[in-house]
């Protein structure tokens, strides 16, 4: 009996000095290395790079090699880039578990951004679908910059010719996002009432617009500044955070898409329709567990009622970047932006998105 104890006392000390080691090693931060210079034949171009993890201190405009594509890549020369919460999580390294995928100690890949709008500049022997010339969005590596390199089949799209590209680059993951957690999550159908906690920022603007578009009856819930324009993207009904709790107010709702997370799950509960299904997108920050918290605590609620909570992890997806595409194109759908930055300004509009208090979307104008 006693050596059983033993065993397991050993084992737990293991696993104790296993996590730890790891918790180490997932935390700690290397210092910035300098700037490589550019091979002296190499064609160059301007870019935000990150060498180190940090603040928005840690980005910086450098000159770095222009890339090139192989049979089956596409150049594109970005005019044009949006800045999500996404942007800075790859910033910061945080939550620190991400650092498994994206580096440890420091980032693998250097250049920072997914979403962005321009013009192909070059084509592989192999590409069909896109020729030099083509306007298109969509989602790849290293928006923050002149050129980058991304297939036919990835989150790439043709843009709509009633779009700028300051508009088409702020679409792809946050209304991707809203477009899932409607559709796949939510199931929304014609005639449903639905409330978006967060009606005023990136994905809720898309989000309001979107529900309207699937035929239901949508509440926005927003700041007193916000709730003028949440009302001209379509909204039906209008809260005012500020001075009404939308979970004391007796109205039931099929759907709740929750990007702020300000009333807990069990409020939230309280004003769902019998089988109604909230989706929680994004969480607290936080370099540990912060940002799971909510989701665990969705996953252990919904056994146990009729309703649904759900995490939403959204996929950059080529179809729904499309079906967006066809919605903007029709004017159900028009990006909203807050302020544009200059590509030098790119750490300003990073600090911005931080704060977390844009009406509708942030975007760097790369030209």
């Known amino acids: 009996m006693k050596l059983r104890y033993k065993i397991l006392g050993s084992l737990l000390v293991l696993v104790i000095v296993g996590l730890t080691v790891l918790a180490i090693a997932l935390s700690?931060?290397?210092?910035?290395?300098?700037?490589?210079?550019?091979?002296?034949?190499?064609?160059?171009?301007?870019?935000?790079?990150?060498?180190?993890?940090?603040s928005p201190d840690v980005l910086t405009l450098e000159e770095i090699e222009k890339p090139a594509i192989n049979d089956e890549e596409i150049l594109v020369k970005v005019h044009a880039a949006g800045v999500n919460p996404l942007d800075w999580h790859y910033m910061r390294g945080s939550p620190y578990i991400m650092r498994l995928g994206t580096g440890m100690g420091k980032p693998k890949d250097i250049?920072?951004?997914?979403?962005?709008?321009?013009?192909?500049?070059?084509?592989?022997?192999?590409?069909?679908?896109?020729?030099?010339?083509?306007?298109?969005?969509?989602?790849?590596?290293?928006?923050?910059?002149?050129?980058?390199?991304?297939?036919?089949?990835?989150?790439?799209?043709?843009?709509?010719?009633n779009l700028m590209f300051e508009e088409a680059a702020s679409v792809t993951v946050a209304a991707i996002t809203a477009l899932q957690a409607l559709r796949d999550y939510g199931k929304v159908e014609q005639g449903q009432k639905v409330l978006i906690n967060g009606a005023s920022g990136g994905v809720g603007t898309f989000a309001v617009q979107i529900a309207k578009s699937m035929g239901a009856e949508v509440t926005g819930v927003c700041s007193t500044r916000n709730l003028a324009m949440v009302k001209s993207i379509g909204?039906?009904?209008?809260?005012?955070?500020?001075?009404?709790?939308?979970?004391?107010?007796?109205?039931?709702?099929?759907?709740?898409?929750?990007?702020?997370?300000n009333r807990s799950?069990?409020?939230?509960?309280?004003?769902?329709?019998?089988?109604?299904?909230?989706?929680?997108?994004?969480?607290?920050?936080?370099?540990?567990?912060?940002?799971?918290?909510?989701?665990?605590k969705a996953m252990l609620l919904s056994p146990f009622v009729d309703q649904q909570f759900k995490m939403i992890l959204a996929r950059l997806d080529v179809d729904d970047l499309?079906?967006?595409?066809?919605?903007?194109?029709?004017?159900?759908?028009?990006?909203?932006?807050?302020?544009?930055?200059?590509?030098?300004?790119?750490p300003d509009a990073i600090r911005y998105s931080e704060q977390g208090h844009a009406r509708g979307k942030i975007v760097v104008s790369i030209d």
């Open 28 to 54: 700690y931060n290397r210092p910035c290395g300098p700037a490589p210079a550019p091979g002296g034949s190499a064609e160059t171009m301007k870019a935000i790079v990150y060498r180190c993890y940090g």
């Open 235 to 261: 909204a039906d009904h209008v809260i005012d955070y500020k001075n009404q709790d939308y979970t004391q107010g007796g109205q039931k709702y099929d759907v709740i898409i929750d990007m702020v997370g």
């Open 322 to 346: 499309r079906t967006l595409a066809d919605l903007m194109a029709a004017g159900e759908v028009t990006p909203v932006i807050d302020r544009l930055f200059k590509l030098s300004e790119t």
């Open 111 to 161: 250049r920072l951004g997914v979403d962005f709008a321009g013009k192909v500049e070059a084509v592989g022997a192999k590409v069909r679908k896109f020729e030099v010339g083509d306007a298109v969005f969509g989602g790849g590596a290293g928006a923050f910059g002149q050129y980058l390199v991304t297939r036919e089949d990835r989150a790439l799209a043709h843009m709509p010719e």
């Open 265 to 296: 799950l069990l409020e939230n509960r309280g004003v769902l329709a019998p089988e109604g299904r909230m989706v929680i997108v994004g969480g607290p920050p936080g370099n540990w567990l912060g940002p799971l918290v909510r989701p665990i």
